[in-house]
């Protein structure tokens, strides 16, 4: 069944692959943040109501971790009270709402895989305003909440796992995280699988969208290199407890797709869409 979609935020690293794939799918209106400034209430709702589309996919986010302690307020006007505005749209024409967050609403504390039914405990505002942004989104009726992690992938994307690709290649030493675990997210997977959720009318709610596993980003690091045939890349492993970084970041914060499977949705594994990624044409 074909639908009419808007996805806003579309210039972004998952904004752009999103439209692009669910273009092959349906009916999708792109606007990115210069032609829809999702901060401005009332240009959101005008554009909700006017066009009327079927399902509204959020791609937009404030992503600065740590410019979001200088700037709160930019942090909360994108990612929460901005959902909030899309949230009571999307529920006067009864439209899907579906809205991105992150790994970073938990501690990162547990050395275990984390469900949705996990308790949250943000660190740091960036956190916090992707958590108030997650309960907004759960204010309209029809509404899918995937958080996403280490997001890397897209024609224009500069994520840390490009960074460190491109250090391994130009056979520069590499620094990486040897302590903090995580879940990546390959954003051609995570434009799959929200099209499939939308597809399928599979049950609204929250969904961890990572691909299957976890590791460390020193790890990462050296997957990359084998995949790259650089057996000598210069990979420094680094303490987190070594970095200056001003906002708060989970340790290990492994997620489980177990949900996302149950509904039908199976994630590749982390090691196959780097691979993909790496090896794409």
């Known amino acids: 069944m074909r639908r009419l979609v808007l996805v806003l935020g579309a210039a972004g690293q998952l904004g752009e692959v999103m439209t692009e794939h669910l273009a092959s799918h349906h009916e999708v209106l792109a606007r990115t943040r210069a032609e829809l400034d999702v901060t401005d209430v009332r240009a959101v709702r ?46 006067e024409i009864d439209a899907t709402l579906v809205h991105y967050s992150t790994d970073f609403v938990f501690a990162g504390t547990e050395q275990r895989e984390l ?29 899918y909440v995937l958080r996403v992690e280490s997001l890397f992938g897209g024609p224009s994307a500069r994520s840390s796992v490009d960074k460190l690709l491109d250090g391994i290649v130009a056979g520069r030493e590499v620094r990486a995280f040897c302590d903090r675990t995580v879940s990546p997210s390959f954003v051609f997977d995570v434009a799959q699988a929200t099209s499939a959720l939308i597809e399928r009318n599979a049950p609204f709610g929250l969904y961890h969208c990572v691909n299957t596993g976890w590791t460390t980003w020193s790890a990462l690091a050296r ?5 790259v045939d650089s057996p000598d890349a210069q990979i420094v492993d680094v303490p987190m407890k070594d970095a200056a970084l001003l906002a708060n970041r989970p340790q290990y914060a492994a997620l489980s797709n177990a949900k996302l499977t149950a509904a039908g949705i199976p994630m590749p594994t982390w090691q196959d869409a780097l691979a993909r990624y790496v090896k794409r044409p």
């Not at 589309?53 to 410019?67: G, W």
């Open 46 to 91: 005008d554009a909700i109501a006017s066009l009327c589309p079927d399902v509204i996919v959020n791609c937009s986010a404030y992503t600065k971790v740590d410019d979001a302690e200088r700037d709160p307020l930019q942090a909360l006007s994108v990612n929460a009270l901005a959902v909030r505005t899309m949230a009571r749209a999307a529920a």
């Open 223 to 227: 997957e990359l290199a084998r995949i």
């Open 115 to 143: 469900t949705e039914e996990d308790p949250p405990n943000p660190g740091g505002m960036y956190a916090l305003t992707k958590l108030l942004g997650e309960w907004h989104a759960a204010d309209a009726p029809r509404h």
